[in-house]
């Protein structure tokens, strides 16, 4: 029997949002928050605190006095998901982000726009070398 053949490594990531890459233990997202470290702008706050790793996970905390109807919660959540996922490239390796959006109606574009660099900033924040976008 022959090993499986492997695809070759790439140096761009999977466009896949990965179980790995997820924030889904309560202490995690307790550490990103007591850390202090963070970013905003008018439609979210990054938090983040270095995590060791190679690559960077992502958590999401949606509160119902910010958002009171779930659907609308829901819509938030997969469009932050969609701008992490198509983001990977850009964001800062070895992070654990914690997004916290600031209203209903944030958009998977306004999204994709706003988390790279909000990422760095806490990355820079955090103390982690970041490469200059170009």
Same mark, same amino acid.
């Given at each position: 029997?022959?090993?499986?053949?492997?695809?070759?490594?790439?140096?761009?990531?999977?466009?896949?949002?990965?179980?790995y890459e997820r924030?889904?233990?309560?202490?995690?997202?307790?550490?990103?928050?007591?850390?202090?470290?963070?970013?905003?702008?008018?439609?979210?706050?990054?938090?983040?605190?270095?995590?060791?790793?190679?690559?960077?996970?992502?958590?999401?905390?949606?509160?119902?006095?910010?958002?009171?109807?779930?659907?609308?919660?829901?819509?938030?959540?997969r469009a932050i998901?969609?701008?992490?996922?198509?983001?990977? &490239?850009?964001?800062?390796?070895?992070?654990?982000?914690?997004? /916290?959006? #600031?209203?209903? +109606? !944030?958009? %998977? @574009?306004? &999204?994709?726009?706003?988390?790279?660099?909000?990422?760095?900033? /806490?990355? #820079?924040?955090? +103390? !982690?070398? %970041? @490469?200059? &976008?170009?």
């Amino acid at each position: 029997m022959t090993p499986p053949v492997l695809p070759p490594a790439t140096s761009t990531p999977s466009a896949t949002f990965r179980p790995y890459e997820r924030l889904n233990n309560p202490a995690d997202f307790r550490r990103a928050f007591e850390r202090k470290r963070s970013a905003s702008d008018s439609r979210m706050v990054v938090h983040g605190v270095e995590n060791g790793r190679d690559y960077s996970r992502l958590g999401i905390s949606v509160g119902r006095k910010r958002i009171r109807s779930a659907a609308a919660r829901n819509v938030v959540k997969r469009a932050i998901r969609e701008a992490f996922r198509l983001s990977k &490239a850009e964001l800062p390796p070895g992070l654990d982000l914690v997004v /916290v959006p #600031r209203g209903p +109606g !944030l958009t %998977v @574009a306004e &999204a994709r726009r706003t988390l790279p660099g909000l990422a760095q900033a /806490v990355a #820079r924040r955090v +103390g !982690l070398k %970041v @490469a200059k &976008a170009p």
